[in-house]
């Protein structure tokens, strides 16, 4: 049998699943490998660049002032590393595991991004690719999905 994996990602959390055969005939089933929280993701953006009076720091070079700016971009920057630090788990888990195809599912605000900065070599390994978050879905669900979904058309 050929080893494949689903996994489901948003910038919170990260599932991979290992497709298996079922009992004799129920099909497959997906084993659960790995499921990583990604704490940044759950933190608000005002407890990342505000102290504890909620105000926002500049840094002047002598000293450190306290105004009520918003850092411009910093919401991208930090949108941008979460995306980076999702993929790199992605291919962690495919140097690990190394499956012969795959199949993700990520939340379609994302999926591009994710998409993006994952590996040219794991690229060429995915079989399907889903614009859907299944983060919070039952397993069964996420393989009927997959199943559903139409073939990731690999550009040349």
Do not use: C
């Amino acid at each position: 049998m050929t080893k494949k994996l689903v996994i489901v990602a948003n910038l919170g959390r990260l599932k991979v699943y290992r497709v298996a055969k079922a009992a004799p005939g129920r099909g497959q089933k997906l084993d659960l490998v790995e499921d990583i929280n990604f704490i940044n993701a759950h933190t608000r953006f005002r407890d990342m660049v505000t102290d504890q009076a909620g105000r926002y720091g500049i840094d002047t070079g002598n000293a450190y002032l306290k105004s009520d700016y918003e850092a411009q971009g910093a919401k991208r920057e930090i949108q941008r590393r979460s995306v980076r630090e999702v993929a790199e788990e992605i291919d962690r888990v495919l140097d690990e595991e190394e499956p012969e195809g795959w199949y993700l599912a990520a939340a379609p605000e994302h999926h591009d991004a994710i998409l993006a900065e994952i590996r040219p070599d794991h690229r060429e390994r995915l079989v399907w690719s889903v614009y859907a978050d299944l983060v919070k879905s039952r397993p069964a669900v996420v393989l009927r999905k997959v199943k559903e979904a139409f073939p990731y058309k690999k550009s040349a």
